[in-house]
């Protein structure tokens, strides 16, 4: 449990609870807070700056909506992981979780051969009901879940296993069986989190998620994969570059 050094100035016209809040942002930035680390409660908090439980309840409040500290019941307070920023190429998030050294790790949730959904069929160009190979994945980074992945291969484009997918990303493993990806259409929306995903990535029910869909074709014009993810929007963004034309 870290201890920030804290201190208020009773005769500035700064509101104490922000004053409160500025130095713990300060002490999370700087690093003197690490990811994942769990703050003093409240009483200890306002027994040491001589303040009122409302006055730091509000002060963390106030860094729980910045989305810099999150409260978990049984836990504390501890500080947010730092936010995976990705840029919008064709990579998976594995690949980009790695260069990161973001320590990426699988659980493989369902791996199976299913009748192509409608949706499925089409993006794949496949007869509806056609055989495919479904993968569902929850991935982390270090210790703490990041996204729900929900993949649609070709039948006999590939057949990893779970140990496959828990070890590699499923681009790695697709260039691995001589398949060259080229081009995408690639879909980044929102919605928010049902039941069961609120509970496999740790959020409350509700909360907002990002979404992304994408349908990734080799360099022979084959769709070879259709995915259907979502991330967490505390923990996650999309990054793009646009130019003027």
Do not use: W
């Not at 100035?9 to 713990?24: C, G, I, K, T």
């Not at 055989?131 to 982390?140: F, G, H, N, T």
């Not at 060259?180 to 959020?203: F, M, P």
């Amino acid at each position: 449990m870290n201890r920030p050094a804290l201190s208020v100035d009773r005769n500035s016209p700064v509101p104490l609870y922000f004053q409160v809040a500025q130095q713990l942002e300060a002490a999370i930035r700087d690093g003197k807070v690490a990811p994942g680390e769990r703050l003093e409660n409240e009483v200890q908090l306002a027994d040491r700056c001589g303040l009122s439980r409302p006055t730091v309840r509000q002060a963390i409040q106030h860094l729980v909506d910045k989305g810099l500290l999150v409260r978990k019941r049984g836990v504390g307070t501890q500080v947010v992981q730092a936010q995976v920023r990705r840029s919008v190429e064709l990579t998976s998030l594995y690949d980009d979780l790695a260069a990161a050294g973001g320590e990426p790790r699988t659980e493989v949730l369902e791996l199976d051969t299913v009748e192509a959904p409608d949706q499925v069929a089409k993006e794949l160009g496949v007869p509806p009901g056609a055989p495919v190979a479904k993968l569902r994945r929850l991935r982390y980074t270090g210790a703490e879940p990041l996204a729900l992945l929900t993949n649609y291969l070709p039948g006999g484009l590939l057949e990893p296993t779970a140990a496959d997918l828990a070890e590699h990303g499923l681009y790695e493993l697709l260039r691995a069986a001589g398949i060259n990806l080229r081009i995408a259409n690639q879909t980044i929306g929102a919605r928010s989190a049902t039941a069961a995903e609120a509970q496999a990535l740790d959020e409350r029910r509700g909360v907002p998620l990002l979404t992304m869909t994408r349908t990734a074709y080799d360099d022979k014009g084959r769709a070879v994969e259709y995915g259907s993810h979502v991330y967490r929007a505390s923990r996650y963004s999309f990054a793009l570059t646009l130019v003027e034309r």
